[in-house]
């Protein structure tokens, strides 16, 4: 598996509307994306550089609000890499999610239970 890039890290928060005002008008970032019907925004600094999402706590994700920052490896086709790391031992959690359109994802375990995700992008 090769990595093309690390262009996002996201965490999960407990109310996505303020969560992006705090992001926003506290913390000083551009809010670039939101997608209401998935529960997801995205931040950047204003002068461009790596991403922060924000997911919207939901049950099925796995995730509570404040437990981990989720660092996501873009990669030219989930498929393969998928398939590459599980003959390595590497534990996957759930099944490829899919945002049409946008993005494909898997999220994996490391040895000491950090967890991440590789994506592939569709745009």
Not at 10 to 36: C, P, Q, R
Not at 59 to 79: F, H, I, R, S
Not at 97 to 118: L, R, S, W
Request: some cysteine; proline content about 1%; aromatic content about 6%.
């Amino acid at each position: 598996m090769t990595v093309k890039n690390m262009g996002l890290s996201w965490i999960v928060v407990n109310d996505l509307k303020s969560a992006i005002a705090f992001y926003t008008e506290v913390v000083g970032l551009k809010l670039m994306e939101v997608h209401e019907q998935y529960g997801w925004a995205e931040l950047e600094g204003h002068e461009g550089g790596m991403r922060l999402g924000i997911a919207q706590y939901c049950e099925e994700a796995g995730m509570k609000a404040g437990q981990n920052a989720v660092v996501t490896l873009t990669v030219a086709d989930l498929a393969k890499a998928k398939a590459d790391m599980q003959k390595k031992g590497v534990k996957c959690i759930g099944d490829v999610q899919e945002v049409p359109g946008h993005v494909k994802m898997q999220t994996i375990v490391d040895a000491d239970g950090n967890q991440f995700q590789i994506v592939e992008l569709m745009h």
